[in-house]
């Protein structure tokens, strides 16, 4: 049977559930296939053994728009904060450094030495411009400040952010206020300044939330609004262009065979993609399937609090790849968001991988919550073994921002441009974090409904 739609979603992580609801509230008769027996893609919480866990993401950017899905969604009274103060740690020579989190703080930091200090004052007082072609983040970084920058601090954010490896990722498509600020200003400090003290209105606050129950509150909220609209267990697995200008997807596992609708987004990861939309045109297909993914293993361990002796006051940590430990960083979640943990106990999460060590996610399970306990345990004092642990091992966790994105990017869009109808949206396209996927998402969605109403 073939059901009709005035727009397919295909994909039901955070980007494709955002797509789908924002169409809905537009009035467009639309539908939404997930290929797995839940929606949310990586958000994923789950109560185990009394913590709450987050198997992908831990936590997320409060951003204005999504403040406001959150608003409409019915649940911005379950949004709940980190304390705002709470200090970021890296590894340096052992031990943890509090992280400098302003220009100021950055100054008078222990953590970077006099010669790139001098760089900043250089970048503050001169005029730079990027050069033609790409360039990698650990390239712009030695161009314009150290060596010693690269690997105290932004090596360890790059991990933090796309578990990336900065020889690799693309300033221009990882960082692109970092490009627009040194093109537009010849200054770093002062391009990424300048916007925030030119904003109208009060001053956005940035903050760091997830939900009482945890981040699959968004999840659910949204699967509640969309209802029936969601098939569940659902792959699509074809696509052709009908003789009317309408798509034809061909469904797996549900009880439809296939859907026709006049507008298709797909909210799948570039693999899916690019094996679906090559179908229509088979240049499609090497473009989004040359787009490098990074593994990461996640591993959840609980402890008695009484015996973890360091205070665990803040965020976290991240690790520089030139310490030597095969952790990226770990987040202190029962120290962030009340709920996380029994009584007396404290929840912590490591993560290992990443595009520098790819080997990390073909470990077991056993190899991986010892190798996070083993490094973490001598940093934090913590003096027994875990009482519980949980370990999810993502394959293709983040896409990687790499030399040559932006020209991908363009080349896919020149494609898309022949095929009306058809959109894109994904964590590959304007940032991967949760707050970036929804902008673009809703994004989408607007053109899609603009394109409804012609
Ligand atoms: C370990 C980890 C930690 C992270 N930490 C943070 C963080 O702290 N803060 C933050 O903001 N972001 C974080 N992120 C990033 C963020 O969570 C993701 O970028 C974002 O959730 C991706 O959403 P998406 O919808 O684009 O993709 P996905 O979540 O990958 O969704 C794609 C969906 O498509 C479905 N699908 C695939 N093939 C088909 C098909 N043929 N038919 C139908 N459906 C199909 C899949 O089942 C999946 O549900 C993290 C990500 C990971 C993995």
């Given amino acids: 049977m073939t059901r009709h739609a005035q727009a397919l979603v295909v994909g039901g992580g955070i980007s494709g559930l955002v797509c789908a609801y924002a169409l809905q509230k537009a009035g467009l008769e639309v539908l939404l296939v997930e290929a797995s027996a839940r929606p949310g893609g990586v958000l994923n919480s789950v109560s185990r053994n009394g913590f709450l866990l987050e198997l992908g993401p831990q936590s997320f ?6 403040r406001s899905l959150c608003a409409n969604l019915g649940i911005a009274d379950q949004l709940i904060e980190a304390p705002a ?14 992280v400098p989190m302003s220009p100021l ?72 206020q970092l490009h627009e600020a040194e093109s537009a200003r010849g200054s770093i400090v ?15 606050r940035p903050t760091l939330n997830t939900f009482r129950e945890g981040n699959e509150t968004l999840v659910r909220a949204l699967g509640n609004k969309l209802a029936s609209s969601i098939l569940l267990r ?15 997807v061909s469904l797996e596992g549900s009880n439809n065979d296939s859907v026709s609708a006049k507008s298709v987004i797909f909210a799948t990861p570039t693999d899916v993609t690019g094996g679906l939309l090559g179908q229509l045109e088979p240049s ?5 399937t040359s787009v490098e993914y990074a593994a990461v293993a996640v591993v959840s361990l609980g402890y008695a609090k009484k015996d973890v002796s360091h205070s665990l006051d803040g965020f976290g940590f991240l690790v520089p790849r030139s310490a ?35 080997a990390a996610a073909r470990l077991n399970h056993e190899e991986l919550s010892g190798i996070v306990h083993r490094e973490i345990a ?33 080349s896919i869009g020149k494609n898309l441009a022949r095929f009306p109808g058809l959109f894109l949206t994904g964590n590959y396209l304007r940032g991967p974090a949760i707050g970036a996927c929804a902008e673009q998402a809703l994004a989408v969605a607007e053109e899609v409904a603009a394109v409804a109403e012609r």
Avoid: C
């Fill in 324 to 358: 030597g430990l095969r952790i990226l960083g770990t987040v202190w979640n029962s120290s962030l968001f009340p709920g996380r943990a029994p009584d007396g106990h404290t929840l912590l999460t490591g993560f290992v991988g990443g595009a520098t060590d790819p």
């Fill in 85 to 98: 103060k709470a200090p970021r740690y890296v590894l340096v020579s052992s031990r943890l450094k509090a």
């Fill in 378 to 410: 001598p940093l934090l004092s913590i003096q027994s073994s875990p009482m519980f642990s949980n370990v999810t091992i993502w394959p293709r966790a983040l896409p990687q921002y790499n030399l040559g994105h932006g020209d991908r990017l363009a």
């Fill in 234 to 248: 659902t792959r699509a697995t074809n696509v052709y262009r009908q003789k009317d200008g309408a798509y034809h």
């Fill in 105 to 176: 703080a950055l100054f008078t930091s222990p953590l970077i030495d006099g010669s790139t200090k001098w760089a900043l004052v250089r970048d503050i007082f001169g005029k730079s411009v990027p050069p033609e072609g790409d360039e990698s983040v650990a390239a712009f970084v030695r161009r314009k400040f150290s060596e010693r920058l690269l690997d105290r601090l932004v090596g360890p954010f790059v991990s933090g952010v796309f578990a990336g490896d900065p020889e690799k990722l693309s300033v221009r498509s990882a960082f692109p």
């Fill in 284 to 288: 499609f297909k090497p473009l989004l």
């Fill in 190 to 204: 002062r391009g990424v300044l300048r916007p925030a003290k030119s904003k109208k209105g009060p001053r956005e």
């Fill in 61 to 66: 950017t409060g951003t204005a728009q999504l």
